[in-house]
C-alpha cells in the first residue's frame, strides 16, 4: 500500500474528508482491505488530483450525484461534511441540494436537506438563509 497513487490518495483524503474518509477507509480494512486501497487510489490518488476541476466544483458534483442517487446517505454525509472542509458554504450546500429537486425530485431533495441539517447541526453551523 506505499505506492504513489496510494501515498498521493491518502493525502488527498485526508484535505478532502479528514477523519470522516479515515474511518471510512478503516471499516472496510477488515472485510475488503483490496476496495480500501482502491478507495484511495483511484478516486483520490488519480481522479480528484486532475487540474481540470478545483475540489471545491468536485465535491459540489459529488453531493448534487449523491443526492440524486437517493440510496447513498451516509457517504452523502461524508461528502457534506467534505464539502464544508474545501470551503463550500452551508448557504451554498442548501442550494444545490435545493436544484437537486428540479432534477432528481422533492424525495431526494429533501433527504439531501435532512442529511445537512444533521451535518451542520454535529459542526454547529446554521445556514443565512435558515436564520430567521
Not at 459529488?62 to 443526492?67: G, R
Not at 464544508?84 to 429537486?101: C, H, P, R
Request: glycine share 8%.
Amino acid at each position: 500500500m506505499n505506492s504513489e497513487r496510494y501515498t498521493q490518495g491518502w493525502k488527498t483524503l485526508q484535505q478532502i474528508d479528514g477523519e470522516a474518509g479515515e474511518r471510512v477507509v478503516d471499516s472496510l480494512r477488515d472485510i475488503a482491505p483490496d476496495f480500501a486501497r482502491y478507495l484511495i487510489e483511484f478516486p483520490f490518488g488519480d481522479i480528484y488530483r486532475r487540474d481540470q476541476l478545483g475540489l471545491r466544483e468536485r465535491e459540489i458534483a459529488t453531493i448534487a450525484a449523491l443526492t440524486a442517487l437517493g440510496n447513498a446517505t451516509p457517504q452523502l454525509k461524508v461528502h457534506l461534511h467534505a464539502s464544508l472542509n474545501v470551503g463550500i458554504s452551508a448557504d451554498e450546500i442548501v442550494e444545490v441540494l435545493m436544484q437537486m429537486a428540479v432534477y432528481a425530485g422533492f424525495p431526494a431533495a429533501l433527504n439531501g436537506l435532512f442529511a445537512a441539517r444533521e451535518v451542520f447541526a454535529e459542526r454547529g453551523i446554521r445556514p443565512s438563509c435558515a436564520a430567521a
